[in-house]
């Protein structure tokens, strides 16, 4: 509120009396002293806030707007100001004009713990009309373009998808590599199973793989845990997972180099993996691995390494209260039913039932890369390698 008063003009004494007869009931006094503070080119943003409400509260919808307008022109991301400029467009009967402020509201607010508590209830009004809006909108254009019947069949998953995301029932997630970015790659969540026809042979061996993960899982300390310490690497990342057997891995292959002594152990699952089309680079992949995560146990969001590659995963023991997400889509395990995904799209998972779920994990090249792209791809890791000595990959959560 501005302090300022020249010849005549106290505006700071003008600004107390009006918010006292504000606060009396007196909304014709109030608009009176405002208007003379305004009128002496004095008004900052409160006071034409505080004008604005004076004028609503005497029924003249546009000196309010207009003074609302005015306090927006000085200090466009006015909270106060924004709500009730949304709140005016509302009562004219314009509701997409309306919403955009109050999501402008919310978008400008500041943390909850830094809200004074005078703003709380316009914020948490400006989210309720907000949401209303929004599945107002969304069910408009949902009636039109998506009824039921023929034109809802004929969308296009992709379509729903964009529809989701232009509604906000969906958040637009990207490839956000952690090391390195292979451009102009399609930015899919969960790839469509059919366009990996060699999983086929490895879905028809699932009963065989995991007769041969039932015997590992009697000897507790096969599996080791998947983040563990190094002295080459810094300890920052993963709070919670580092060397914590609750996410573990019992590795078939580990950085590019099959592990004998567990390979011997599960012969027809390495034998159902024939033919996969692992991403192989020297002294990094693949890794192949019964991934195993305890009850209670969770992944937190997390990118991996390269869009180069991709990450399949066969579940083989999935007990109740687990899931998994990748983007803005969260899939359940079916045990036996194998799905391919990109591990640079923001994921997650998480074991809320009582049991431990196993799924065997490995990654595979992208199919859109062809085989001489393969080879670079590969060359550059083990070029990277060389340099520095070997440092050790980080690895991916998964």
């Not at 990094?284 to 209670?296: D, Q, Y």
Request: hydrophobic share 40%; aromatic share 8%; proline share 7%.
């Amino acid at each position: 509120m501005t302090g300022t008063s020249t010849p005549g003009i106290d505006a700071r004494s003008l600004a107390k009396a009006g918010i006292a007869a504000l606060q009396q009931g007196n909304a014709g006094k109030a608009r009176e002293l405002f208007e003379r503070i305004a009128s002496a080119g004095l008004a900052d943003a409160s006071i034409c806030v505080a004008l604005a409400l004076a004028c609503r509260t005497l029924k003249d919808p546009a000196a309010a707007l207009a003074a609302v307008d005015r306090a927006l022109a000085l200090e466009p991301r006015d909270l106060r100001a924004l709500v009730m400029k949304a709140d005016q467009l509302a009562e004219m009967g314009d509701p997409r004009a309306a919403a955009s402020f109050y999501r402008a509201a919310v978008n400008v607010a500041p943390p909850a713990d830094q809200i004074p508590a005078d703003l709380r209830d316009e914020l948490a009004h400006a989210q309720a009309m907000g949401e209303r809006y929004a599945a107002e909108f969304d069910s408009y254009l949902r009636q039109r373009l998506l009824p039921s019947g023929g034109a809802k069949e004929r969308a296009t998953r992709r379509f729903r998808d964009a529809l989701d995301i232009m509604t906000g029932a969906k958040k637009t997630f990207l490839q956000q590599p952690r090391q390195f970015y292979f451009p102009e790659l399609p930015q899919i969540q969960f790839y469509d199973r059919h366009e990996f026809p060699w999983l086929d042979e490895l879905e028809a061996a699932s009963a065989d793989i995991r007769a041969e993960l039932g015997e590992v899982l009697k000897e507790d300390s096969a599996f080791q845990p998947y983040v563990e310490a190094h002295p080459r690497l810094p300890q920052t990342g993963y709070p919670g997972l580092l060397n914590n057997p609750a996410w573990s891995a019992f590795y078939l292959w580990k950085h590019g180099e099959i592990v004998p002594e567990n390979a011997r152990r599960c012969p027809r699952t390495v034998k159902a993996l024939a033919s996969a089309p692992f991403a192989a680079v020297r002294g990094r992949a693949p890794s192949v691995m019964f991934s195993l995560l305890r009850p209670g146990g969770w992944i937190p969001p997390h990118t991996g390494e390269t869009n180069a590659r991709l990450i399949c995963h066969l579940p083989l023991i999935v007990p109740p209260g687990c899931s998994f997400r990748v983007g803005n889509e969260i899939r359940t395990w079916v045990e036996g039913e194998a799905w391919v995904f990109d591990d640079t799209i923001e994921h997650e998972a998480w074991n809320r039932g009582g049991q431990t779920r196993v799924v065997l994990l490995f990654e595979i090249w992208r199919p859109e890369l062809t085989e001489e792209e393969r080879r670079l791809v590969s060359s550059m890791f083990e070029t990277i390698d060389a340099y520095s000595g070997g440092m050790p990959d980080l690895g991916d959560l998964t």
